[in-house]
C-alpha cells in the first residue's frame, strides 16, 4: 500500500513539470530559430489586438519568467513565425517569445488557446 501512495504521490509532482514544457500544441521543427534561442523560448497567454505587417499589438499575462508583469504592448513577430492564418482581434492565443541578440523577445510563433 505505502509503495502505491507513493507511486501515485511521484506521479502527481512529475505532471506539473511536463506540463510547463509542453510547447502548447506548436509544432516548432521548421522554425528558423538556433538551439539557445528554442531552449529559452517562453510561452505566454496573451488577447489578439492587431495584426500588421511584421508586428502584433497584444494583451498578455504577467510572464514571470522574465520579469514581465500584464501589459499591453506592440511586438515584432519574426520571419517565419509559426501563425494560424485564421487569428483575429479578441483572439485568446498562446504566444511563444524568443530572445534575440538584441535582448529584445519577438513573437516566434502565435496559436489559438
Given at each position: ?25 506548436m509544432d516548432h521543427s521548421n522554425m ?35 520579469g514581465w508583469p500584464a ?43
Amino acid at each position: 500500500m505505502k509503495t502505491l501512495i507513493l507511486a501515485a504521490f511521484l506521479s502527481m509532482t512529475a505532471t506539473p513539470a511536463v506540463l510547463a514544457q509542453s510547447s502548447h500544441g506548436m509544432d516548432h521543427s521548421n522554425m528558423p530559430m538556433t538551439d539557445e534561442q528554442m531552449d529559452g523560448a517562453i510561452h505566454a497567454k496573451a488577447v489578439v489586438n492587431s495584426i500588421g505587417d511584421g508586428t502584433a499589438n497584444v494583451s498578455h499575462d504577467p510572464i514571470p519568467e522574465i520579469g514581465w508583469p500584464a501589459m499591453t504592448m506592440d511586438m515584432t513577430v519574426l520571419e517565419g513565425a509559426q501563425m494560424s492564418d485564421d487569428l483575429a482581434p479578441g483572439d485568446s492565443v498562446i504566444l511563444m517569445l524568443v530572445k534575440g541578440d538584441d535582448g529584445m523577445y519577438a513573437i516566434g510563433a502565435m496559436m489559438p488557446n
